[in-house]
């Protein structure tokens, strides 16, 4: 009686152990990497080439964020500081300039230093957008959403570290919902700030100034209202007329 089976058959059970192993491999390897801060981001708190201290720049010191970050109000993204920047003060005979924590900050600009090389701090970046997204840093801060929306208390974090998802889900809770985030475009590095800190007379003058509308009105038809962060935003929001994108092709270009 002849085979039932081909012979080809005889390696079946092995070819699919084969296979069955290689799937759960890269099952594991998915899972592995999709669990780690380097890509849930949150959590992620690299090691910088200097130990800059934000909460005590931005916190203590009551530094601008912008100082640093120079191109936040007019570019669609953030700029890392150049070396200069740290230079203005921490450059010869100003603040611990002679710190051991500065050594990369002196072979980049310090001439003189016997470990001059002239190369740019290399900074880490912590907050990456992904290639196939796109997002305006400009577009945001100018219509009054915090640093602090994205990026947590950075004034708080001595060693800075990544707060939030950034997900397409949190951008999208968001749009759909500005309210929750727009503010005062002056208050937007102050990431301390919250609604009970604004005068709610100051606040209607402004709308009325802006809208052309009464103040008294305005205020009138809050009457019912609690002063939050949500009925401030929602003027805001009618104000300037946000009205963020919600389809796929506003941040998938």
């Excluded at 592995?32 to 090691?47: A, D, F, I, L, N």
């Excluded at 710190?99 to 003189?112: H, T």
């Excluded at 992904?130 to 602090?148: E, Q």
Aim: hydrophobic residues 35%.
């Amino acid at each position: 009686m002849g085979n039932l089976f081909p012979r080809w058959t005889n390696t079946l059970a092995i070819k699919i152990a084969i296979c069955a192993g290689a799937l759960a491999t890269c099952v594991v390897a998915v899972a592995w990497y999709s669990w780690t801060p380097k890509h849930t981001r949150v959590g992620y708190m690299p090691q910088q080439p200097i130990p800059f201290d934000h909460s005590l720049h931005a916190g203590k010191l009551a530094m601008d964020c912008r100082y640093c970050h120079s191109f936040v109000e007019e570019s669609s993204h953030s700029n890392l500081p150049a070396a200069q920047v740290c230079w203005n003060c921490h450059g010869p005979g100003k603040v611990k300039s002679d710190s051991p924590k500065l050594e990369p900050l002196r072979a980049a600009m310090d001439e003189n230093y016997e470990g001059y090389t002239g190369d740019p701090i290399e900074w880490v970046q912590i907050h990456e957008t992904p290639d196939y997204a796109y997002f305006n840093h400009s577009a945001h801060v100018n219509r009054g959403v915090s640093c602090v929306e994205c990026h947590g208390r950075i004034d708080q974090m001595p060693v800075v570290y990544h707060a939030k998802s950034l997900s397409m889900s949190f951008c999208l809770d968001c749009h759909r919902n500005p309210e929750k985030a727009l503010r005062p475009v002056d208050q937007v590095t102050n990431l301390g700030w919250s609604a009970e800190d604004l005068s709610q007379d100051e606040f209607y003058a402004y709308l009325a100034e802006k809208s052309g509308k009464p103040a008294d009105d305005l205020k009138a038809a809050d009457a019912d209202e609690e002063w939050s962060q949500e009925l401030v935003g929602a003027h805001l929001q009618r104000l300037w007329g946000v009205n963020p994108p919600q389809q796929c092709a506003a941040c998938h270009h």
